[in-house]
C-alpha cells in the first residue's frame, strides 16, 4: 500500500484549552508547528494526550481546520477520530480524510466490553464501508488499558486482506515490547508505531515505523537524534538511553497534567496549564517534581525556540497586541 503519513518520531499533541474550557486555536497551531519544527516527524491530534475524548465532534473539526487553514502539511498529521457513537466515528474519519491528512487512528469503541472479534472486524469494516473514500488510511489504536478492547492480529490481518489500501498501521501502547515485536513481525507493510519513546530503537531495528508519544512533546529533539543516528548507521544506544530515563522520570505523574504545566512555566502563560475534567492539576509535590524535570530538559536544550511564540501566545490568552517598535518580549526569569 501507498503511505502518505511518513515514518519516525511523533508527538500526541497536547490540546491547549482557555480557562473557559474551549480550545485555544491559536496556540493549538503554534504548538503543532513548534513539533513539526523541533523533531517531529509528525503529530497526533486528539489522541489520549490531547484529550481527544473531552472534545465534541465539532471541537475536533474546528481544531483540525484551524490547523490546515494556517498551512499546516495534512499529510504530517495523524487524526483521532474514535469515538462511542458510530456516527460520530464516521463523520470525524470522513471529514479528515477528506481534507488529506495522513491517517486516523481509531480507538475501537469501548463502553461495551468483551467484544468479540467478529463484532470488532465488523466495526472497523462498516466504518471504512460508510466513509467512502478510497484515500482513507486507518490505523489501529491498541491501548488496552485504557479501553478494555485488544486489537487481535486475526481482526488486523482479515482487515489488511480485504483492505489493503485502507489499512495503513497500528499505534500499539500495549506497553509490551513482545507484543510490540510480534506486531512488526507479523505486519511488515504497515506502519508500527510504539506509544513511548522508550522502545524507538526497538522498535526501527524492529522494521517498525518509530514512535507517537505523550513525552515527545517536550523530548522530540531528542528522539530525533535517536533515529537520524540510527539511519545514519551509527551508535544510537547511549542517546536512546538518555531518551529513556526522560520518559521514566514522568513515570509517577499524572503526564498530561505534567507536560501542561512545563509549558506554563516555560512560557510563563498560565492557561496553558487548563486541563479539562476529570483531569485535575498537580499537586505541589508532584509540581515540584515537574520542575526538575523541566530543569533537566532545560539543560538539554530540548525547549529551545518555545519562547519564540511566546508573544504570539500572549496575544492569544489576553489579547494584548505587542507595539511593532516595542522591545521584544522575552520570558520573565
Known sequence: MSHRLPSGVFAAGLTPFRSDLSLAHDQFVQHTRWLLRHGCNGVLLFGTTGEGLSLSVRERLAGLDALLDAGTAAERLLVGTGALAFPDAVEMTRKATSRGVGGVLVLPPFHFRHISPEGLFHFYDRLIQTVGDADLRL???????????????????????????????????????????????????????????????????????????????????????????????????????????????????????????????????????????????????????????????????????????????????????????????????
Open 139 to 333: 490505523y489501529f489504536y491498541h491501548y488496552p488499558a485504557l479501553s478494555g478492547v485488544p486489537i487481535p492480529f486475526s481482526v488486523v490481518r482479515d482487515l489488511q486482506n480485504d483492505y489493503p489500501e485502507q489499512i495503513a498501521g497500528v499505534k500499539d501502547s500495549s506497553g509490551e515490547w513482545d507484543h510490540t515485536e510480534a506486531f512488526c513481525h507479523h505486519f511488515p507493510d504497515l506502519q508500527v508505531f510504539a506509544g513511548t519513546e522508550r522502545l524507538l530503537l526497538h522498535v526501527l531495528e524492529a522494521g517498525g515505523a518509530g514512535c507517537i508519544s505523550a513525552t515527545a512533546n517536550v523530548t522530540a529533539a531528542l528522539a530525533a537524534k535517536v533515529l537520524a543516528e540510527w539511519r545514519a548507521n551509527e551508535a544510537p544506544a547511549p542517546v536512546q538511553d538518555s531518551l529513556s530515563e526522560l520518559r521514566t522520570a514522568f513515570a509517577s505523574l499524572s503526564t498530561i497534567p505534567a507536560l501542561k504545566d512545563i509549558l506554563s512555566e516555560h512560557l510563563d502563560a498560565p492557561e496553558w496549564a487548563t486541563v479539562r475534567p476529570p483531569l485535575a492539576p498537580l499537586s505541589d509535590a508532584d509540581r515540584n517534581h515537574t520542575k526538575e524535570i523541566a530543569d533537566r530538559l532545560d539543560d538539554e536544550g530540548l525547549l529551545r525556540g518555545l519562547d519564540g511564540w511566546w508573544p504570539l501566545l500572549l496575544v492569544s490568552f489576553t489579547g494584548f497586541v505587542p507595539r511593532s517598535d516595542a522591545a521584544p518580549l522575552v520570558r520573565p526569569a
